[in-house]
């Protein structure tokens, strides 16, 4: 009953957010702009942290991508003893952009996202943890808009990358320095000529 209740409620949300026929091309233009490409300013957004940040930054993007791919661990852990199916796969609602047929439950880009920004703002990058987690919420509205993901899919991320950020920064103790000073080696010996030259930190 339960569960009933909640994939009703599931529906009905996405159903109030899902883009219909008569949405503006324009809209849908937009949101598939929100849902496909902001993804890609992420690992810019990390590699210039630690290409040009400084020691802090250069932490907080690699404890950011520690949590990212730990939260992303956690999401194939899920979908694959837990496969919740996406809008399409039961007729509901439209689909504006066209997905594989896999698991929704919670979703990989909104979960990257909110990983990535909640590990940035707690290592004191205020203001980019900020914009980070404000276009996480540009991603959540962009995928159930168009049609791939349910509401619940987004609220699951948050769930798995709050977790993901407790565990990874209360693990870093643990071996995380270690494991960025091995990363900082190898850095330093595969792009020694660009730092000599002053182009990137060392």
């Known amino acids: ?76 852990a899920i979908g694959y003893f837990w496969p919740e199916p996406r809008p399409f796969m039961l007729g509901v609602g439209h689909t504006w952009l066209p997905h594989a047929a896999d698991a929704a439950f919670p979703s990989d880009h909104m979960t990257v996202f909110m990983s990535i920004g909640l590990a940035l703002w707690l290592a004191g990058l205020r203001g ?11 991603v959540a509205w962009a995928r159930v808009f168009l049609g791939v993901h349910f509401p619940l899919d987004m609220l699951g991320s948050v769930g798995v990358a709050a977790i993901s950020t407790a565990v990874v920064l209360r693990g870093w103790r643990y071996g995380g320095g270690a494991l960025q000073a091995v990363a900082v080696r190898l850095y330093h010996r595969l792009l020694a000529r660009p730092i000599r030259a002053g182009w990137i930190r060392p």
């Open 128 to 138: 980019v943890g900020l914009a980070v987690l404000v276009a996480a919420g540009m």
């Open 1 to 76: 009953m339960i569960f009933d209740e909640r994939n009703a409620l599931n529906q009905m949300l996405f159903l109030q957010i899902n883009a219909g026929t008569a949405t503006p091309t324009w809209l849908i233009d937009s949101a598939l702009v929100m849902a496909q490409d902001l993804i890609f300013v992420l690992p810019v957004l990390l590699l210039s942290l630690w290409l040009w940040g400084g020691d802090t930054r250069r932490t907080a993007a690699f404890k950011a991508l520690g949590v990212a791919l730990f939260a992303l661990g956690v999401n194939l």
